[in-house]
DNA sequence: GGCCAGGACACCA
DNA sequence: TGGTGTCATGGC
């Protein structure tokens, strides 16, 4: 079975840098991590556009808006009327901060998981990306593609997201930029991997899957 | 026209 | 702690 290094090394080396998170600046991140829960990319995409024409992405104007218009303005991501309330509790927090990133890190220290997971809205695996692609932490993020990529690898406890992040240590090495490529990585060949009908060149993990 | 996507949460036992 | 229903749009 793959070790977490030799799976990475793997995936690299067919799949190249993918310069995650697809986003020009934090906000836009954590807007994203938000908006793209449960729901693809497309539509996450959409509503950050949506919101980008209306806001520019301003944290400050965003919370000026009225619930409803937020509502609209991301209503293509789905689950739009819960998001609005996570975007706007997510950016109060941030906004108690000054939007001041260092600042959050040094307040909270090992705690900012707990932290987050503290804020509507903000689950597990929304917190871990978080961490990794705004706080510039390490953290292993078991998302349903990764579970799914695991579980084909031979993994056992891979049904959900803690079990498998309580059985998976990320190696020593590990600086942030390797888990943001990991899970960038994982997720992009996932997307790949079980959605595309026709086959793109991405059966190099096939001799390493069981059955 | 059904199925599902880069989850979270309330509720229940 | 663990399982289930609910929230919702747009693309295929």
Do not use: C
Not at 49 to 62: A, F, R, W
């Amino acid at each position: 079975m793959l070790d977490i290094n030799s799976l990475y090394r793997i995936l690299f080396q067919n799949m190249g840098p993918q310069k995650w998170w697809p986003a020009d600046t934090k906000i836009e991140i954590i807007l994203g991590a938000i908006l793209v829960q449960n729901t693809n990319w497309r539509n996450a995409a959409s509503a950050i556009d949506s919101l980008s024409n209306h806001t520019h992405l301003d944290p400050q104007y965003i919370l000026k808006l009225d619930i409803e218009n937020l509502q609209y303005l991301i209503k293509s991501s789905g689950f739009y009327k819960t998001k609005a309330q996570t975007i706007i509790s997510t950016l109060s927090w941030l906004e108690a901060f000054d939007f001041d990133y260092e600042k959050i890190k040094n307040y909270y220290g090992k705690h900012l998981r707990k932290a987050l997971l503290e804020l509507k809205g903000i689950g597990e695996e929304t917190a871990d990306v978080l961490i990794v692609y705004v706080f510039d932490g390490i953290e292993f993020i078991p998302d349903s593609y990764t579970r799914r990529i695991f579980t084909k690898l031979g993994y056992v406890d891979t049904d959900n997201y803690r079990k498998l992040k309580s059985n998976i240590e990320l190696p020593e090495s590990f600086t942030n930029q390797d888990a943001n490529e990991l899970h960038a990585l994982l997720d992009n060949f996932g997307k790949v991997y079980f959605n595309s009908k026709n086959d793109r060149g991405y059966q190099f993990l096939d001799e390493y899957f069981v059955k």
